[in-house]
């Protein structure tokens, strides 16, 4: 996230502070602390908006927001076909839950096929519980083959998420010494070294999960030999791949 030198908002026009009612960055901040539970170290910014790639506080304050609220604004802020599409499905079916069938959720998961080249598709709401899932898919996997395998090999300075689970793929200790002990079973391997991976990989690991770029590793790719042994290994092995 980097601030505009200059500002290139304009002023709020009345009735865009409407639903402010005046509240100082002070107020909103300290609300919080008060009645939210304080599990991240943030910025003393309060946004009230954005548009495109900028953001703007409350004093109409630009900034460039580079990272896209974490991918989840990538197709940037006040997107005025993304608004659109989601008012309109908001105004006909706004859920369903996993308990009925929806004609979109089709839609969806047959384009996702046709670009992945992948035949089914998972949706769920991050890349935690895409994390979490996966790790259970692994499982299941093998139980219904008869033949349970718990092991997981997971890579030195990898990121997967914090709950449960994915925290225990997770490399940094930061992240892991307050919630010990963690999901048993899982190996970790430099990421550049395929011999490690060679003998950590064996006929009763379930997975091998790796992040194809390491992000807070460094926004290292995976060398190509590294990605040829994997290969390798979940071949002689039967081990699952995921990626």
């Given amino acids: 996230m980097r601030r505009e030198r200059e500002s290139r908002a304009r002023p709020a026009a009345p009735e865009d502070r409407d639903h402010m009612t005046m509240t100082t ?37 630009s900034y460039l927001d580079l990272i896209s609220g974490v991918g989840v604004a990538s197709l940037g802020h006040a997107n005025p076909k993304l608004a659109a599409a989601i008012g309109a499905q908001a105004s006909e079916v706004l859920h369903t839950s996993n308990l009925f069938f929806h004609p979109l959720q089709a839609e969806v998961a047959s384009r996702l096929a046709s670009l992945s080249g992948l035949p089914r598709a998972f949706f769920c709401n991050s890349g935690t519980e895409a994390v979490e899932a996966t790790l259970k898919f692994a499982r299941r996997y093998w139980h219904a083959q008869g033949a349970p395998r718990e092991g997981i090999v997971a890579f030195e300075h990898s990121f997967h998420g914090r709950t449960l689970g994915s925290l225990s793929v997770t490399w940094d200790d930061h992240y892991r010494a307050p919630f010990a002990p963690l999901v048993p079973g899982v190996t970790f391997v430099p990421p550049d070294d395929p011999a490690a991976l060679r003998a950590a990989v064996t006929s009763s690991t379930s997975a091998i999960i790796v992040e194809p770029i390491q992000g807070e590793g460094g926004v290292r790719p995976i060398p190509a030999r590294m990605a040829a042994a994997i290969n390798e290994a979940c071949a002689k092995t039967g081990t699952l791949l995921i990626a």
Avoid: K, M, N, S
């Avoid at 919080?32 to 946004?47: G, K, M, N, T």
């Fill in 25 to 61: 960055a002070t107020d909103v901040i300290g609300a919080e602390a008060a009645h939210i539970l304080q599990v991240y170290r943030r910025a003393p910014v309060v946004f009230e908006r954005g548009h495109g790639c900028r953001l703007f506080d409350q004093a109409g304050r």
